[in-house]
C-alpha cells in the first residue's frame, strides 16, 4: 500500500493507492501537509470498474476510481468537480464544456494560439470548483487537478470563474447567452456525481450558486478564427487582437504539459 498526501483546490487529500503509479500521476501536486480526508478504492468497486473495461490495466483503473472517490468528498468542503476544459486569461477563468468529442480541446488550443500568451490552461478535462461566499457575494474559483485527459495539459493553479460556456458544433459561429434554468440539463450531464444522497444534495446547491452568479453562454462553432474571436469577445468583454505569432498544436502541447 502507498500512502501519500496530495493538494488539490486548497484541500489536502491522503491517498492510500495499491499502485505506485498514483503516487507518480499525482507528483505535481503532493503535499506534506495534515490531510482534510483520505480516500481508498475497494476490492470491489475496482473488480466493478474491471468488468465494465477490462481492456484497461488496474493502475489506470484506480487512478480513475480516486478521482470519483475524491469527488464524492468535495462538496463537504464547498467544492465540486466538473467534465470541461478551463482556460485562463489575465487571471480569469472560462470553462468550455460539452460532450466529449465536441471540441472542447480544440477551441481552447485556438485560444491559445490566437489569443496568445495571456491565455494559459489551468485544466483540460477535469478541473474542481470552489464555490464560496463572503457578505452575500458568491465566488466560483477554478483549479486544476493531475486529471486533465489525454492531452495532460494542466497546472497546479486557480482562478476566479468569469464565463461558462456550453460549445457546439456549427457551421456559423454564434454565441448567445443562457438562463440558469435552460443550463441546469446541460451542466448535470458534466458533473461527477458523488456516492453518498447527502454529497449528492450538497453538490446541487453549490451547483445553483455556480449557475446564478456566473455568466452563462451557448457557443456554436467551427474550428477557426472567427470562432475564438466570437467566443473571446463575448466571455472576456474584450476587443479580439490577434497574437503577433501562431503557436503550432505540438508547441502548445509542450507549453501545457510543462511542469510548474
Same mark, same amino acid.
Request: glycine share 6%.
Given at each position: 500500500?502507498?500512502?501519500?498526501?496530495?493538494?488539490?483546490?486548497?484541500?489536502?487529500?491522503?491517498?492510500?493507492?495499491?499502485?505506485?503509479?498514483?503516487?507518480?500521476?499525482?507528483?505535481?501536486? $503532493?503535499?506534506?501537509?495534515?490531510?482534510?480526508?483520505?480516500?481508498?478504492?475497494?476490492?470491489?468497486?475496482?473488480?466493478?470498474?474491471?468488468?465494465?473495461?477490462?481492456?484497461?490495466?488496474?493502475?489506470?483503473?484506480?487512478?480513475?476510481?480516486?478521482?470519483?472517490?475524491?469527488?464524492?468528498?468535495?462538496?463537504?468542503?464547498?467544492?465540486?468537480?466538473?467534465?470541461?476544459?478551463?482556460?485562463? !486569461?489575465?487571471? +480569469?477563468?472560462?470553462?468550455?464544456?460539452?460532450?466529449?468529442?465536441?471540441?472542447?480541446?480544440? !477551441?481552447?488550443?485556438?485560444?491559445?494560439?490566437?489569443?496568445?500568451?495571456?491565455?494559459?490552461? $489551468?485544466?483540460?478535462?477535469?478541473?474542481?470548483?470552489?464555490?464560496?461566499?463572503?457578505?452575500?457575494?458568491?465566488?466560483?474559483?477554478?483549479?486544476?487537478?493531475?486529471?486533465?485527459?489525454?492531452?495532460?495539459?494542466?497546472?497546479?493553479?486557480?482562478?476566479?470563474?468569469?464565463?461558462?460556456?456550453?460549445?457546439?458544433?456549427?457551421?456559423?459561429?454564434?454565441?448567445?447567452?443562457?438562463?440558469?434554468?435552460?443550463?441546469?440539463? $446541460?451542466?448535470?450531464?458534466?458533473?461527477? !456525481?458523488?456516492?453518498?444522497?447527502?454529497? +449528492?444534495?450538497?453538490?446541487?446547491?453549490?451547483?445553483?450558486?455556480?449557475? +446564478?452568479?456566473?455568466?452563462?453562454?451557448?457557443?456554436?462553432?467551427?474550428?477557426?478564427?472567427?470562432?475564438?474571436?466570437?467566443?473571446?469577445?463575448?466571455?472576456?468583454?474584450?476587443?479580439?487582437?490577434?497574437?503577433?505569432?501562431?503557436?503550432?498544436?505540438?508547441?502548445?502541447?509542450?507549453?501545457?504539459?510543462?511542469? +510548474?
Amino acid at each position: 500500500m502507498d500512502v501519500f498526501n496530495i493538494e488539490l483546490a486548497g484541500l489536502t487529500i491522503e491517498i492510500r493507492s495499491r499502485f505506485e503509479y498514483c503516487r507518480w500521476f499525482s507528483r505535481d501536486y $503532493l503535499s506534506d501537509k495534515k490531510a482534510e480526508f483520505s480516500v481508498f478504492v475497494s476490492d470491489e468497486r475496482l473488480e466493478k470498474m474491471r468488468e465494465h473495461s477490462p481492456d484497461i490495466r488496474d493502475e489506470f483503473l484506480e487512478r480513475d476510481a480516486i478521482y470519483s472517490a475524491i469527488a464524492s468528498k468535495l462538496p463537504y468542503y464547498g467544492r465540486f468537480a466538473l467534465h470541461g476544459a478551463c482556460i485562463s !486569461h489575465k487571471n +480569469t477563468a472560462y470553462l468550455f464544456t460539452a460532450a466529449s468529442g465536441t471540441g472542447k480541446s480544440t !477551441h481552447i488550443r485556438l485560444w491559445r494560439r490566437y489569443v496568445g500568451e495571456d491565455v494559459d490552461i $489551468l485544466n483540460g478535462d477535469k478541473p474542481i470548483f470552489w464555490v464560496s461566499e463572503n457578505d452575500g457575494k458568491v465566488s466560483v474559483r477554478a483549479f486544476g487537478t493531475p486529471w486533465c485527459g489525454k492531452e495532460g495539459w494542466n497546472r497546479r493553479k486557480s482562478a476566479n470563474v468569469g464565463a461558462i460556456c456550453f460549445l457546439r458544433r456549427g457551421e456559423e459561429n454564434k454565441i448567445s447567452s443562457v438562463v440558469p434554468g435552460d443550463a441546469i440539463p $446541460l451542466m448535470l450531464k458534466q458533473m461527477f !456525481h458523488p456516492y453518498e444522497p447527502e454529497s +449528492t444534495a450538497i453538490m446541487l446547491e453549490l451547483f445553483d450558486k455556480m449557475i +446564478t452568479n456566473v455568466p452563462l453562454y451557448a457557443l456554436d462553432c467551427d474550428i477557426s478564427e472567427d470562432a475564438v474571436k466570437c467566443s473571446f469577445e463575448a466571455l472576456t468583454g474584450e476587443k479580439y487582437k490577434r497574437s503577433a505569432v501562431q503557436p503550432t498544436d505540438e508547441e502548445i502541447n509542450r507549453i501545457w504539459r510543462m511542469r +510548474t
